[in-house]
């Protein structure tokens, strides 16, 4: 972890740091963010396609010019331009940032679909991982020791069960210290924009994705949804670090351990 860019706290046992993640950027860069509010442009959500596990999707041909303007616009850190520059990309990233990866996109062969809990999935795509069928009772007690066991957890478990799928991410990301598990999360945890709770589970989902991006992660998820919540809600750059203060106080008795 960067301790120069991030100060996380601490709230949830599950070996990797999550909490509020307060963007403490480096002097020259906060003054000027100070001075350029960062603004997220009709384009930035179109110019890389972005999959639900995070990992780009293949569609769409990945230029130098977009990559440096992510960069530049810090939605890429610039340690992986050569990785979003490879040909191989898709593949390379799913392998090196996840747990259970992809092993081809949805266009190579037809769907073998694997009803779960959960969901349905194309199970071909995930190389017919056995962890994907076992029992939840099996999975919960190799979970502990075995990463994969984990994942498949978070895969397995009822949707609604957020606080429990939650542990199993981070679990499967502090015993791979890959950032995949909990990035998948991330990106899958949707906020309920009719809760009188929404805020509060915008800024959750923000540091979910600061707990994952401190494994090294290839695009920064919550730079997007900073300027997604200071947009929504209308907020300055203080008041977006003064709500992720106030909101700290009570999310470990929320999330905390899963029941």
């Not at 017919?128 to 978070?154: F, I, N, S, W």
């Amino acid at each position: 972890m960067n301790t120069k860019s991030l100060v996380l706290v601490p709230i949830l046992a599950a070996g990797i740091a999550l909490g509020y993640a307060i963007w403490q950027p480096e002097r020259e860069d906060a003054q000027q963010q100070a001075a350029n509010p960062p603004q997220l442009d009709s384009q930035i959500s179109s110019e890389i396609p972005i999959s639900s596990s995070g990992i780009a999707a293949a569609s769409q041909a990945i230029t130098v010019e977009r990559v440096d303007r992510l960069i530049e616009r810090g939605f890429i850190p610039a340690q992986y331009r050569d990785l979003w520059l490879d040909p191989d990309y898709h593949r390379i990233a799913e392998e090196r940032f996840n747990v259970i990866p992809k092993v081809g996109s949805e266009s190579d062969e037809a769907c073998v679909p694997l009803e779960l809990d959960t969901d349905t999935i194309c199970w071909n795509e995930y190389g017919y991982h056995p962890y994907l069928t076992y029992e939840v009772d099996e999975l919960r007690q190799m979970a502990a020791t075995d990463a994969a066991a984990a994942e498949a957890l978070v895969f397995r478990l009822p949707r609604q069960n957020m606080r429990e799928r939650m542990h199993y991410a981070l679990e499967a990301s502090r015993l791979s210290d890959k950032s995949g598990p909990i990035m998948r999360f991330a990106y899958t945890f949707t906020p309920d924009a009719d809760s009188p709770r929404y805020f509060d589970q915008m800024l959750d989902r923000y540091a979910i994705a600061v707990a994952g991006e401190s494994l090294g992660y290839p695009y920064r998820l919550s730079r997007e949804l900073e300027i997604q919540i200071r947009r929504e809600f209308d907020l300055s750059v203080e008041e977006f670090r003064d709500s992720l203060r106030g909101r700290r106080v009570t999310m470990q008795s929320e999330w905390g351990e899963p029941s």
